[in-house]
């Protein structure tokens, strides 16, 4: 069969691939530690999973509404309002502001069908999360990627944003706290770049702050403040990542804009109907629930961070910044391009070179001789780094930045 021009021209995403090669290999007997996917590694919290057995029991088995169950939609409005910061003041968010997905990937995905065709421009900070690229692609839309550095902490400034606005652009979609970077958007920040939008009226935004909860600044300014902006911004949250609840998929988006949100839910209407009837229950109860269980999966993550950092800090050749957010470590490796393996090296075997020449090579090199797992920072639009998530354990954390640095203590 013939593959239509709009698929042919997406590329498989580079963090699933990467961490399908890592479980194949597991499966094949070899000892790979994979620090490849941003999963959370703990269990979903026990009251979550009653709620999914309990919604089993009550037979929550038929559709629901396309935008999702009202009593998730109210959760999630009051959950997205509260990070706003006036205490006491009328609630942002309603439930009609709401539209649940699968995932905060289709969240995304849909905002950005909805948004724009083909020929608009939607700008990209990067480094940045694989999936907007090619999803912007398939809507025919032209990413526009803004490159931030490492000595500005991977942040986008005023003055990139308003050079890269055109009169083509549509949209710009940011990412706080980062992932791959770990960069946090003070809230001044923000304002600098909302002063900046607010003299171009057709840019919309998506914020995604998929990993807001996971923060080690204290509070992690979100975009609600916005007021001025509120008209044309999209943010996007949830469970995944700060509940531990990946496979259940379930994310939302929550605009103000009520033609937009119309708009989404008949695209979601023909896609999905909706996300799954008992998974949007146990979200719903994970948001309405204490949250003790994520402030302490945030606390077991920043020290997973500070062990990352430390051992990090030790290896030959990695240039270490702290990340502020989410759990991912994204140093720079430059220093050891042009360096070589040694002439045995399972990756000299394999490839006829013992030349690393960039950090796909490194991070191959890192998988076949030091059996471990991450992605090289070209995927997420950063060839200078290499991302590894420290989203499991700290004796794994320890284990696999021993082997790395065995294993580029070996280049030359
Ligand atoms: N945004 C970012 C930045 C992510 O890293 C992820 C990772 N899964 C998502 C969105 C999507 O999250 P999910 O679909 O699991 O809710
Ligand atoms: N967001 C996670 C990551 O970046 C999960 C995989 C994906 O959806 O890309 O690893």
Same mark, same amino acid.
């Given at each position: 069969?013939?593959?239509?021009?709009?698929?042919?021209?997406?590329?498989?995403?580079?963090?699933?691939?990467?961490?399908?090669?890592?479980?194949?290999?597991?499966?094949?007997? *070899?000892?790979?530690?994979?620090?490849?996917?941003?999963?959370?590694? !703990?269990?979903?919290?026990?009251?979550?999973? /009653?709620?999914?057995?309990?919604?089993?029991?009550?037979?929550?088995?038929?559709?629901?509404?396309?935008?999702?169950?009202?009593?998730?939609?109210?959760?999630? $409005?009051?959950?997205?309002?509260? !990070?706003?910061?006036?205490?006491?003041?009328?609630? %942002?968010?309603?439930?009609?502001?709401?539209?649940?997905?699968?995932?905060?990937? /289709?969240?995304? &995905?849909?905002?950005?069908?909805?948004?724009?065709?083909?020929?608009?421009?939607?700008?990209?900070?990067?480094?940045?999360?694989?999936?907007?690229?090619?999803?912007?692609?398939?809507?025919?839309?032209?990413?526009?990627?803004?490159?931030?550095?490492?000595?500005?902490?991977?942040?986008?400034?005023?003055?990139?944003?308003?050079?890269?606005?055109?009169?083509?652009?549509?949209?710009?979609?940011?990412?706080?706290?980062?992932?791959?970077?770990?960069?946090?958007?003070?809230?001044?920040?923000?304002?600098?770049?909302?002063? %900046?939008?607010?003299?171009?009226?057709? %840019? $919309?935004?998506?914020?995604?702050?998929?990993?807001?909860?996971?923060?080690?600044?204290?509070? &992690?300014?979100?975009?609600?403040?916005?007021?001025?902006?509120?008209?044309?911004?999209?943010?996007?949250?949830? *469970?995944?990542?700060?509940?531990?609840?990946?496979?259940?998929?379930?994310?939302?988006?929550?605009?103000?804009?009520?033609?937009?949100?119309?708009?989404?839910?008949?695209?979601?209407?023909?896609?999905?109907?909706?996300?799954?009837?008992?998974?949007?229950? $146990?979200?719903?109860?994970?948001?309405?629930?204490? =949250?003790? &269980?994520?402030?302490?999966?945030?606390?077991?993550?920043?020290?997973?961070?500070?062990?990352?950092?430390?051992?990090?800090?030790?290896?030959?050749?990695?240039? *270490?910044?702290?990340?502020?957010?989410?759990?991912?470590? !994204?140093?720079?490796?430059?220093?050891? !391009?042009?360096?070589?393996?040694?002439?045995?090296?399972?990756?000299?075997?394999?490839?006829?070179?013992? =030349?690393?020449?960039?950090?796909?090579?490194?991070?191959?090199?890192? =998988?076949?001789?030091?059996?471990?797992?991450?992605?090289?920072?070209?995927?997420?639009?950063?060839?200078?780094?290499?991302?590894?998530?420290?989203?499991?354990?700290?004796?794994?954390?320890?284990? $696999?930045?021993?082997?790395?640095?065995?294993?580029?203590?070996?280049?030359?």
């Amino acid at each position: 069969m013939n593959i239509s021009n709009r698929i042919a021209q997406i590329s498989a995403s580079p963090t699933l691939a990467m961490a399908a090669k890592a479980a194949a290999l597991k499966a094949a007997g *070899v000892n790979i530690l994979s620090m490849s996917l941003g999963e959370p590694d !703990f269990p979903t919290p026990a009251h979550v999973k /009653q709620a999914v057995k309990d919604a089993v029991d009550a037979d929550m088995s038929h559709y629901g509404p396309v935008p999702g169950t009202p009593g998730l939609r109210a959760a999630a $409005a009051k959950y997205m309002s509260s !990070f706003a910061d006036k205490d006491g003041a009328e609630p %942002v968010f309603k439930a009609e502001d709401i539209i649940v997905s699968v995932g905060a990937k /289709q969240a995304i &995905c849909n905002a950005i069908e909805t948004l724009i065709g083909k020929g608009d421009e939607v700008i990209l900070p990067t480094p940045c999360w694989v999936s907007y690229t090619e999803m912007v692609r398939l809507a025919e839309g032209v990413p526009v990627m803004v490159r931030t550095t490492y000595d500005h902490d991977f942040l986008l400034t005023p003055e990139a944003l308003e050079a890269a606005i055109t009169p083509h652009t549509r949209l710009i979609i940011l990412c706080t706290p980062n992932n791959p970077t770990g960069a946090v958007y003070s809230a001044e920040d923000i304002k600098a770049l909302v002063r %900046v939008l607010l003299r171009h009226p057709n %840019v $919309a935004v998506i914020a995604d702050e998929i990993y807001n909860q996971i923060c080690y600044t204290g509070i &992690c300014a979100s975009w609600v403040n916005e007021t001025e902006l509120l008209d044309r911004l999209i943010i996007v949250n949830g *469970v995944s990542k700060a509940f531990a609840m990946t496979g259940y998929r379930i994310g939302w988006l929550a605009c103000k804009d009520q033609n937009f949100i119309k708009a989404c839910t008949r695209l979601q209407g023909q896609q999905i109907t909706c996300a799954t009837m008992v998974a949007q229950y $146990a979200a719903q109860m994970a948001l309405e629930a204490d =949250l003790t &269980c994520v402030k302490d999966m945030t606390r077991a993550f920043e020290r997973r961070r500070d062990l990352i950092v430390s051992l990090a800090q030790d290896i030959p050749g990695w240039k *270490v910044r702290v990340p502020k957010g989410a759990f991912y470590l !994204f140093p720079d490796v430059t220093a050891l !391009f042009g360096k070589h393996t040694p002439a045995d090296s399972a990756y000299a075997k394999s490839r006829s070179t013992t =030349l690393i020449s960039s950090a796909d090579d490194l991070c191959e090199y890192m =998988l076949t001789d030091g059996l471990v797992a991450c992605v090289s920072g070209s995927a997420f639009g950063e060839p200078t780094c290499l991302r590894i998530s420290y989203a499991c354990s700290e004796q794994q954390i320890t284990d $696999a930045m021993t082997r790395i640095r065995t294993a580029i203590k070996q280049l030359n």
